[in-house]
């Protein structure tokens, strides 16, 4: 991480606070534009109801977001990243091997979630239109789509530009919540009756939907584990000081917004503003509305700018933890972590344009909005609480902390199902689809790596010093690469070895080993050389962070470099004519690309697992690439892949018939 960016995230600083208003709150922010519609819906306006929906939002924000998300879940960084991944990567070291389950699904439910955020913050916003100006559902449909499809089309560029805007336009809209929500409150302060949990729980006994309500209480803490996922971005100090104004303004204008309908009691939202009657622009003057849209309009696009940002890094961290197939990154800017995975974001569009198309309203998508956001959250619990019984604190603080988390996120899960079949069922599918890519890409590559067969360098040396002088053989290469999933120095994968002596003798100069160790910290680069016979045999290992490109072939020139300016290695040409005038020699890296052999016997799943496995990797970013190689210099090699080969085929020899009949 660079020095600047180090300590803008790790420094509590204005800057730093302005930038986490940009890029962190986008999600929770823009939640007033439709909570209370939410829980009001269709009935009329009580004092009780209103009260009761307040208390809720109030203690969710307290224990759901400040405590557990800002409080507690915070410190769980990893070297100051944060995210279900980065949290995964810490509690992996307790080798609890099914951790991986909730690292999953939660990782493929903050996807599915990336999906859902843009067309519901959008389309709440700009519904707003209806306050003031009557509009077809079929326009503000195109308008929402029109809008995302711009937002989608500018990543390519990156968000350094847009960046700087982001942090000044939160702190506007922020402050308008605020001050929204004063200018109504000032009327009726007794409103702040809400604090008091009673109103929380009489709400789920007099509430229409009863018990339920809590599905449309629980949109208010949405983008808590946004919060969470972009700690690298920002720091965990300037995070905590930020929320401080964040949660205030959010609630001035819960607040506001509580006042404003106990003065209209008995009435409902549908008679005070309309077929999109939206207590969010109610509270507003007439003549301010038309800026409170574009204001609104332009908070929801920052909130969806959060999630894609995220969604990069999330696919970014998948990668590196073999849950996804490899996919094309691109660095638009010379920001620190800052990536465009144009596969993801133009899946992601398309996601987003049909839950438009399909749900027409943002009231409609509520419901597969809060159940994607509720998974991640059972499995974040999950995995925090292994993580506290790594850090040793006391168990029966890690059992009531947990069991409160568990009991909340639980009843909201519960609350929230029912309206499964009104749209909870596309977050399912989408997260389903998602979790089947993880688990499978995962799955295919522990099979493959447990049948893979691993040999002692040292059994070969002699054969490969004594190939390197054989010149009955013609030279392959000067140099000649090989990528190592093997994790020790003084190992190598059989099929290398094959490769080299076998498929057909492959003689060079130096033959180089070099093996990639994707850390679980998220930026680290650093490399050890191994030297297994001086001037004949090396091994690089590259040690990098989850974060970090896998730029191998600029990454091995500059180790080369270093070598030869430490006189380590001589890798001038050995052709006689090329020496004489210090020509460097060539490289050539062998990849192997496995297939499925016929050979192997499969059971009936582990048969899906690969055939769906192979199918992914066709679609999926070549390996030279991949490692960042120029294809002009890389060998493709196939090997079969044999999973359980028969032992022994039972076969019967018969002599030959001397007479024929």
């Known amino acids: 991480m660079s020095s600047h960016n180090h300590s803008l995230h790790s420094k509590l600083s204005i800057g730093g606070l302005l930038v986490t208003l940009g890029i962190i709150y986008g999600d929770i922010g823009t939640s007033p534009l439709y909570v209370m519609k939410a829980i009001l819906g269709v009935h009329e306006i009580s004092r009780d109801i209103v009260l009761g929906g307040i208390s809720c ?22 070297h100051g990243e944060g995210g279900i991944f980065a949290l995964f990567a810490l509690v992996k070291r307790t080798k609890i091997k099914w951790l991986i389950i909730p690292a999953i699904i939660g990782g493929s439910a903050l996807l599915a979630d990336g999906i859902i955020t843009p067309p519901i913050s959008v389309s709440a916003a700009v519904e707003g239109i209806n306050t003031f100006y009557a509009m077809e559902t079929q326009t503000i449909q195109i308008i929402v789509i029109c809008i995302l499809f711009v937002l989608f089309t500018i990543q390519q560029f990156g968000s350094k530009l847009v960046g700087k805007f982001f942090a000044p336009m939160m702190l506007i809209w922020f402050s308008m919540l605020g001050i929204l929500g004063t200018l109504q409150v000032i009327n009726d302060f007794s409103v702040f009756n809400a604090i008091n949990p009673y109103y929380a729980y009489e709400l789920l006994l007099i509430h229409p939907e009863g018990f339920f309500v809590l599905g449309a209480v629980f949109l208010c803490t949405t983008g808590a584990e946004a919060l969470y996922s972009d700690m690298g971005h920002c720091g965990r100090k300037n995070i905590r000081i930020s929320w401080i104004f964040v949660k ?37 003057a007439d003549w301010f509305q038309p800026i409170g849209v574009v204001i609104a309009t332009l908070a929801a696009v920052i909130a969806s700018q959060a999630l894609i940002s995220g969604s990069f890094t999330l696919i970014n961290e998948a990668m590196r933890l073999n849950f996804w197939p490899k996919v094309k990154i691109k660095y638009p800017t010379e920001l620190k972590g800052q990536l465009y995975i144009p596969s993801i974001n133009w899946l992601l569009l398309l996601g987003c344009i ?23 959250m059972i499995m974040t619990t999950i995995l925090l609480n292994f993580y506290l019984i790594m850090k040793r604190v006391k168990w029966y603080i890690i059992g009531a902390l947990i069991t409160v988390y568990l009991v909340i996120e639980f009843s909201f899960l519960a609350a929230i199902l029912p ?36 040999v002692k360098i040292d059994d070969y040396k002699k054969v490969l010093a004594e190939l390197s002088v054989d010149l009955s053989i013609p030279k392959y290469a000067t140099h000649l690469v090989y990528m190592t999933n093997s994790n020790r120095s003084d190992e ?6 094959y490769s080299i002596l076998q498929k057909r003798p492959k003689r060079a100069d130096l033959y180089w080993f070099i093996h990639v160790n994707i850390l679980s910290e998220p930026y680290k680069k650093e490399y050890r050389v191994t030297e297994i016979v001086k001037d004949d045999i090396y091994r690089i290992d590259f040690y990098l962070g989850f974060r970090e490109p896998t730029k191998i072939n600029l990454m091995f020139k500059q180790v080369i470099k270093e070598m030869v300016d430490r006189g380590e290695v001589d890798i001038t040409s050995r052709y006689e004519s090329l020496n004489k005038n210090n020509i460097i020699g060539d490289f050539k890296f062998v990849l192997s690309e496995k297939f499925l052999s016929n050979d192997s016997d499969l059971t009936f799943f582990e048969k899906i697992i690969m055939n769906t496995y192979f199918i992914m990797k066709k679609l999926s970013l070549s390996e030279e690439k991949g490692f960042g190689l120029d ?15 028969p032992e022994k085929i039972e076969m019967r020899r018969i002599e030959r018939d001397c007479n024929p009949v």
């Not at 049909?354 to 991640?376: R, T």
């Open 57 to 78: 939002v109030f203690w969710t924000l307290t224990l759901q977001t400040t405590i557990k998300y800002v409080i507690i879940t915070l410190s769980a960084d990893n």
């Open 631 to 645: 294809s002009s210099s890389v060998k493709i090699e196939q090997f079969p892949l044999v999973i359980h080969a």
């Open 492 to 497: 190598i994968e059989e099929k290398v070895m």
């Open 248 to 284: 205030a303004m959010l609630l001035l204008n819960y607040f506001g917004q509580g006042a404003y309908l106990i003065s209209h009691e008995g009435q409902t939202l549908e008679q005070l503003g309309g077929k999109d009657g939206n207590p969010f622009y109610l509270i507003m």
């Open 419 to 454: 309206k499964f079949i009104h749209g909870g069922f596309v977050t399912l599918i989408i997260a389903s689809a998602l979790v089947g890519v993880m688990g499978t890409w995962y799955l295919a590559k522990q099979i493959s790596k447990n049948y893979t067969k691993i």
């Open 354 to 376: 049909g839950i438009v198309w399909y749900f027409e309203k943002s009231s409609a998508m509520e419901h597969a909005y809060g159940l994607a956001i509720v998974l991640c």
